[in-house]
């Protein structure tokens, strides 16, 4: 499943992805795993079967990331966030849940706490390619800091160079006034 996000009216929708969770897909998910074999439920019916699912087994982690998607696919950021947070108490080296949590960050306003994450996961794995293209995203619209989002952008495009987005990519960066 790929998230996507609108950041505002300049920037092509096609460029701000959360990260890609294997094993779940738009609102089916992993709400199987969970009591529902099969069946596809919607969005409030698989964020209950995974509430259920992690106070029962606190422990799972992958009930834990499926709330934290479900939540962040449904418009519920604070909730994401705190299923995130638990997801990374069990494994504080999931830098595809610490780059979503930050998405959703930015997606409640708190672009800096945003920065702080994919910070966190670039200083872990400097060529995260969706840590890159979303931190250049925040340094570019929602901090103003263009020279630091072009670095972004061009590290990005460096991991990714055939990219779908990359036309897109290569144009913030024009936007930017990087070259």
């Not at 990219?163 to 930017?176: G, L, M, S």
């Amino acid at each position: 499943m790929r998230k996507l996000f609108l950041f505002g009216l300049l920037i092509p929708a096609s460029l701000i992805f959360a990260c890609q969770k294997s094993g779940t897909s738009g609102q089916q998910g992993q709400a199987g795993q969970y009591g529902y074999a099969g069946a596809r439920v919607d969005a409030d019916s698989q964020l209950r079967v995974l509430k259920v699912a992690v106070s029962e087994d606190p422990k799972n982690l992958r009930a834990w990331i499926d709330l934290g998607n479900a939540s962040m696919d449904s418009g519920r950021y604070k909730d994401a966030i705190d299923a995130y947070r638990a997801a990374l108490k069990l494994d504080p080296k999931d830098l595809d849940v610490r780059v979503d949590m930050g998405t959703c960050y930015r997606n409640i306003g708190q672009s800096m706490k945003a920065v702080e994450e994919y910070k966190k996961v670039l200083s872990i794995n400097p060529d995260h390619a969706i840590a890159l293209r979303n931190m250049g995203v925040v340094l570019a619209y929602d901090l103003h800091q263009k020279k630091e989002a072009v670095k972004m952008f061009k590290a990005y495009l460096k991991q990714s160079p055939s990219a779908p987005d990359a036309a897109a990519v290569k144009q913030e960066i024009a936007k930017c006034g990087g070259s």
